[in-house]
């Protein structure tokens, strides 16, 4: 199976994101932790939307 670019980008968005979430808390600095959380959900959804792409291409 290959991912397409949406699931491709949306993994790594996640991933940034939830790197962003932890250093925010570890730091205490609570924007930084949002604007993790927020990227990290962007990154989630942008995933699902290329697994529904990969989904009706089968």
Known sequence: MFLNKDQI???AKEAKGKIKEVTGDLV????L???GK?????GKAQAKVGDVKQDLKH
């Open 33 to 35: 932790e949002t604007k």
């Open 28 to 31: 205490g600095n609570e924007k």
């Open 38 to 42: 927020i990227e990290k959900n962007l």
């Open 9 to 11: 980008k949306g993994r």
